[in-house]
């Protein structure tokens, strides 16, 4: 069955921290996988977007890993701001059927403290 | 540029009314697709249209119906409301289509439309 799933489900971590979000996947084929950003109470905001062959893929403090093999992302946040308590997304993309399809993660809820 | 505009913003209805949602994408944009955003289930894609014509369909029942129109615009219409219906929906648009095997089919989401069904 395809699926995504991300832990932790929630983090509370102080502003200056680093932090790291999982993302596994079982969705074959896959295509590409996305990190999103969503603000409560608003539509999520692409953070960024990896295909199969892609290791690394950075935007400003946000630095997502792939690691195709094991079928793992990680969204890495390096010196948190109080601006990045948000819910986190992972999307993965995948063909079946002749259809292109969307896997959604969960979330995770980031809350960054003083 | 301007953004993904989605109206209205808020909606109350009750069961078995039925509502119509509006998306209007960043001009340029072919592509819309609408997502259902509850606490329970996530982010669920319903379906997306491009150049007037649906593309793909996520697994929602017929109740749920969208359409496009020249000007790349979008409705979203919702018959005979359910309890569970109440959510968060979302519109995104995008200059292409998934359907054509892009990598980079990059969304750009709008802010939603938070329906609640009594």
């Known amino acids: 069955k395809n699926q995504v799933e991300q832990s932790p489900q929630s983090l509370i971590i102080l502003e200056g921290k680093n932090c790291t979000l999982q993302?596994?996947?079982?969705?074959?084929?896959?295509?590409?996988l996305r990190w999103y950003k969503q603000d409560t109470g608003r539509g999520p905001v692409s953070l960024t977007i990896?295909?199969?062959?892609?290791n690394t893929k950075s935007n400003g403090r946000y630095t997502a890993t792939l690691d195709a093999d094991t079928k793992q992302s990680s969204l890495h946040i390096t010196a948190s701001q109080l601006s990045d308590s948000a819910s986190y997304i992972c999307?993965?993309?995948?063909?079946?059927?002749?259809?292109?399809?969307?896997?959604f993660g969960s979330g995770t809820r980031l809350l960054v403290r003083p | 540029k301007a953004g993904v505009t989605q109206t209205p913003r808020y909606l109350i209805k009750t069961r078995g009314q039925q509502v119509t949602l509006s998306c209007s994408p960043i001009?340029?944009?072919?592509?819309v697709s609408w997502y259902q955003q509850t606490p329970g289930q996530g982010l669920q894609f319903l379906f997306e249209?491009?150049?007037?014509?649906?593309?793909n369909k996520g697994n929602f029942p017929g109740r749920f119906s969208g359409r496009q129109f020249s000007n790349s615009r979008s409705e979203m219409n919702v018959s005979t409301l359910e309890l569970g219906d109440s959510a968060l929906y979302l519109c995104?648009?995008?200059?292409?289509?998934?359907?054509?095997?892009?990598?980079?089919?990059?969304?750009?989401f709008g802010p939603g439309t938070r329906l609640t069904v009594l």
């Open positions: 995104a648009s995008s200059p292409t289509t998934g359907a054509l095997k892009r990598d980079y089919n990059e969304q750009f």
């Open positions: 993302c596994n996947y079982t969705v074959s084929p896959f295509s590409n």
């Open positions: 990896m295909t199969f062959s892609e």
């Open positions: 999307v993965v993309s995948f063909w079946m059927d002749s259809s292109y399809k969307l896997i």
């Open positions: 001009s340029g944009h072919r592509s």
């Open positions: 249209y491009f150049s007037e014509t649906q593309r």
